[in-house]
């Protein structure tokens, strides 16, 4: 079913990250909504897969989720604010959308008679748009009016590369770089295209054994989540030129121009 016919009535966000060595956790809605007495919760595991936990109303009621990816040219997408704030790898929108039918009816039903947690069992894939619906077992058909989870997940590479740096520490290279929200692995690799892979960290730093390496690229990840674009690493160069201050060296003063070793 087309998007065309959504009518957006609010969209609100409460996002919280938490260590990127436990659970990333979003939570979806700061009031619980019907069926709901507690605010539905999404985490992504260590695993890169999205977990959904919720409490319902009744402890009788049992629950379905329907999932509907979409293309990130998709008119529904429209529905984001310029606000949007970003909580890595997962971006969440809670939203209520009005429309003669449940949308649901042109998702997939991937979890049936649930009571309170569902983990989504697909490959997440790195900026892919996903719809997702929980609603009582049996109600697709009645549901006039359904709150729908607009989900993705991605790396915000931006946050490594600003202070990514490697040098030559004796036969060498020293890799450091910020570690990336939400990512619990990284993989270093020689090329730009990530082929040429000389090992993985679980923290933001790596040493490359009896290697000269002008550049390298980070890639991060998060189990099945890995990041589809990698970050370069440059090597600071071992020697700096002095440019507009003095420094006192063994036989006097560095003079303007001077080369100092590092």
């Not at 979890?111 to 929980?134: A, D, M, N, R, W």
């Not at 440019?243 to 006097?252: K, L, P, T, W």
């Amino acid at each position: 079913m087309s998007t065309r016919s959504f009518g957006p009535i609010f969209l609100a966000m409460v996002i919280s990250v938490l260590s990127a060595c436990t659970d990333l956790a979003v939570f979806i809605n700061d009031k619980p909504s019907k069926p709901f007495k507690e605010p539905l919760t999404v985490t992504m595991d260590v695993d890169g897969k999205l977990v959904f936990d919720w409490q319902a109303v009744s402890e009788k009621t049992n629950f379905d989720v329907y999932v509907l990816p979409v293309t990130s040219d998709d008119r529904a997408l429209s529905l984001a604010s310029d606000d949007t704030v970003y909580a890595a790898p997962v971006t969440s929108l809670a939203m209520n959308l009005a429309f003669s039918e449940s949308p649901v009816a042109a998702g997939t039903k991937t979890g049936t008679k649930l009571k309170s947690h569902y983990t989504y069992p697909e490959k997440i894939v790195p900026g892919q748009f996903y719809f997702f619906q929980i609603i009582p077992s049996g109600t697709v058909k009645k549901t006039t009016k359904a709150e729908v989870l607009l989900l993705r997940a991605e790396f915000p590479n931006d946050v490594s590369s600003s202070s990514a740096l490697a040098q030559m520490v004796g036969n060498d290279t020293d890799i450091t770089w910020a570690a990336t929200p939400g990512a619990t692995a990284y993989e270093i690799f020689t090329d730009e295209a990530m082929t040429q892979k000389i090992g993985d960290t679980d923290i933001p730093h790596f040493l490359a054994k009896n290697q000269n390496l002008d550049k390298v690229y980070v890639r991060a990840r998060r189990g099945e989540l890995v990041s589809p674009e990698g970050f370069v690493v440059l090597k600071r160069n071992s020697k700096t030129l002095l440019e507009s201050i003095a420094a006192v060296s063994a036989d006097g003063f560095y003079k303007l121009g001077d080369e100092i070793s590092l």
